[in-house]
């Protein structure tokens, strides 16, 4: 099987998993899909999932560990740079899907390329399927600092970079899902306090602004 994808002319990336989708008029999700969707800044709209005519959700195929929820672990792999492509094979040496810490200091981890990691936390959630999370691209090292309890969850963020809110859409009991950016950080010192491990997942009366460009 080849587990390379690389997106069409449409902005879409087949594989035995399910589709990269980049919204467009052309393009034409189904369960199981992952769909890119670009929001304008400063609008604050949260767009309804794109969802296709078949019931299955081969996304859930990729993911035989089940241990990261839909919103960090779609957010972390759009946004990872070590494949191009969201799906590959889970024999790969290189892969990781961790769960660090417990509680409010949970903190997600998944492989980007061979000497990095994406960490993902979920911030909180909206009444309506809107959920959250922050993410950022970390060195390998430093994911096994954090796991061998070296550095205390707490920093988790602190020396990762392309750091940024992500909000995931997504439909019950079936893996399909927008996911676009929210908020970017320059620095782990402009997130704000709330975000980081350690506070308490919160639920949010509105859907946060889109600020990120």
Request: contains cysteine; aromatic residues 6%; proline residues 8%.
């Amino acid at each position: 099987m080849n587990d390379d994808v690389e997106p069409d002319e449409d902005g879409d990336g087949e594989s035995e998993y399910g589709r990269m989708v980049v919204d467009s008029p052309r393009s034409h999700p189904e369960p199981g899909d992952v769909v890119f969707t670009s929001v304008p800044p400063g609008t604050g709209v949260v767009p309804e999932p794109l969802v296709g005519r078949r019931l299955s959700s081969p996304l859930e195929d990729d993911e035989p560990e089940g241990v990261i929820p839909p919103s960090p672990l779609l957010a972390m792999k759009m946004r990872r740079h070590g494949q191009m492509h969201i799906f590959h094979s889970h024999d790969d040496d290189t892969r990781v899907r961790d769960v660090l810490g417990d509680g409010d200091e949970t903190l997600y981890v998944i492989d980007d390329g061979r000497n990095h990691v994406m960490l993902g936390r979920r911030v909180g959630s909206t009444e309506t399927g809107a959920e959250y999370s922050l993410i950022g691209r970390a060195q390998l090292e430093w994911y096994f600092s954090l796991k061998g309890g070296d550095v205390e969850l707490r920093e988790a963020f602190s020396q990762a970079r392309d750091l940024r809110v992500c909000c995931t859409v997504s439909l019950e009991d079936v893996l399909t899902a927008n996911v676009f950016d929210v908020e970017n950080f320059a620095s782990a010192a402009e997130i704000p306090e709330d975000y980081l491990p350690g506070h308490p997942y919160m639920s949010f009366a509105d859907d946060l602004e889109v600020t990120a460009d």
